[in-house]
Each structure stands twice: as C-alpha cells, then as structure tokens.
C-alpha cells in the first residue's frame, strides 16, 4: 500500500492553514483544502471522559480560552471553549467530526496520536489507538491515512497487532521518539527528517524502503529543490497555498 503522491512533492498543510487561520479548527482544515493541500496534519488526544479531540497540545490553555490538561476534561467542558477569538470563534473540532468531513473531500490525512505510553497510561493509549483505527475503518479511509508518533511505542502497538495494515509515520534520526525497543525500519512507511536535511540522512531511509518527509520548518524554495532531488515525497506546511505556489514556480508541480 502506497500514498498517492502528487507532483515532486506531496503538500501536506500542518494543523491545517494554520498560518492564516486558528490551528486544528475546522475553518483551518476546510482553508488547506480549498487552499490545494494534497494532505492536512493535525493531532488526536483523549478526554477525561474517552473522546478523541483535535488539539496539539496535552493543555488546552495556549489555543483556547481555557485552562486545564486535556485528560482532565470532559468532552462537553471542552466544547464550551472558544478555539478562536472574539470576532471569530471556533469550536475544538472532535476527531469523527473532522473525519466525516475528510472521508468526502479528495485528501489524504496524517493523523499525529498524542496520548504516550507509560506503565499507568498503557490501556488509555491502548484504547486511544483501536478508536483511531476504527474510525478509520468506519469510513474507508486506510489508503489515505498515515498514522504518526513521537512515541514509538504507540507505532509498534500497531505493528505488532496489525502488521502492515497501516502506514506508519515516524522521525529520523531516530532518537528523535521515545520508547524505540525495535528498529523502526522495519515497520515504518515514511519518517520526517529532524535538524540537517543532509543527503546522508535521505541516502539511509531510502535504502531502507522508507519514504523521506521534511517537517513544517522547510519551506524555502532553495530546500524544497535540494530535498526533492535527494528523493524527499512530502513536504508539511503552515501555509500549503504558499509552498504549491513555489513548487509551481521551480517546475516540480502543475499550476
């Protein structure tokens, strides 16, 4: 099972177009879209009460009116809160929400699982996993879902239980997630590359049969051009019109 890559380089928009609109909203998503964006990234965590929300971070204080830790708050509390402002407000998009939504338009989603593994939480991060998979499931979505962590343990979860059902998402060097007890290459689908995008780096996750991926930091003609000819597939972006717009200019995309 591979992605439907498009161009010379796959445009994936980061929590949405969160350069011109409030990050992992549903205005956010639909902007990425109408914007062009092949893909869109946003996050998964867990409610006190076992819902899956879209949000970043494990708090909902820096993106809300709100205070508090996310695994402390209950769906309802947390759809009270404003995820905009004043003048444009905006509610925190729950996962099957955004998922219905997704399952109709022409994307592919990466879907960042939030809730880590420890000894005390192992059975929530468990039961955060298998909603995922059976949302996607739900709506037919497998083919154009990569599922990511910077928690190894929550992507071997999957391996180990489900083999290569699903494409999954890490980072390279591999220090970069915790929790790594087997060698990710022998289950990831792709990995974004961290700090130096140096060609040794591209070189290594080729040979391996992973696909190379440049984090929301690359966005320069220059980098795009050096990454694409190093055999990067994807690109995630703030502002996804912004990068098709300069892949239309270098020639590496249809306009």
Not at 19 to 34: L, Q, V
Not at 56 to 75: A, F
Not at 178 to 207: H, M, Q, W
Request: net charge negative.
């Amino acid at each position: 099972m591979k992605l439907a890559h498009v161009g010379d380089l796959t445009v994936a928009a980061h929590r949405g177009d969160s350069y011109h609109f409030y990050e992992n909203t549903m205005t956010a998503f639909k902007a990425a879209a109408d914007a062009g964006a092949d893909m869109i990234e946003f996050d998964v965590h867990m409610t006190k009460d076992e819902n899956l929300i879209i949000m970043h971070d494990p708090n909902v204080y820096r993106t809300t009116n709100g205070n508090g830790m996310i695994s402390d708050l209950t769906l309802s509390e947390i759809s009270a809160l404003n995820a905009g402002d004043e003048f444009h407000p905006e509610k925190v998009p729950t996962f099957y929400e955004l998922m219905e939504w997704v399952s109709t338009q022409n994307m592919m989603i990466n879907i960042e699982i939030k809730e880590y593994y420890s000894e005390e939480n192992a059975e929530r991060c468990a039961r955060c996993i298998e909603d995922i998979i059976a949302c996607v499931e739900k709506y037919n979505m497998r083919e154009r879902t990569v599922l990511n962590s910077f928690d190894a343990w929550v992507l071997e979860y999957i391996y180990k239980k489900y083999g290569k059902t699903y494409m999954l998402h890490g980072f390279y060097p591999y220090d970069a997630m915790k929790n790594v007890s087997i060698d990710p290459a022998e289950y990831l689908y792709c990995a974004c590359i961290c700090g130096k995008l140096t060609k040794r780096k591209f070189d290594y996750l080729i040979e391996k049969g992973i696909e190379p991926w440049l984090g929301w930091t690359a966005s320069q003609a220059a980098q795009l051009e050096t990454a694409i000819r190093y055999g990067a597939k994807l690109v995630t972006v703030n502002n996804p019109k912004d990068a098709i717009d300069t892949l239309v200019a270098l020639g590496r995309r249809k306009g």
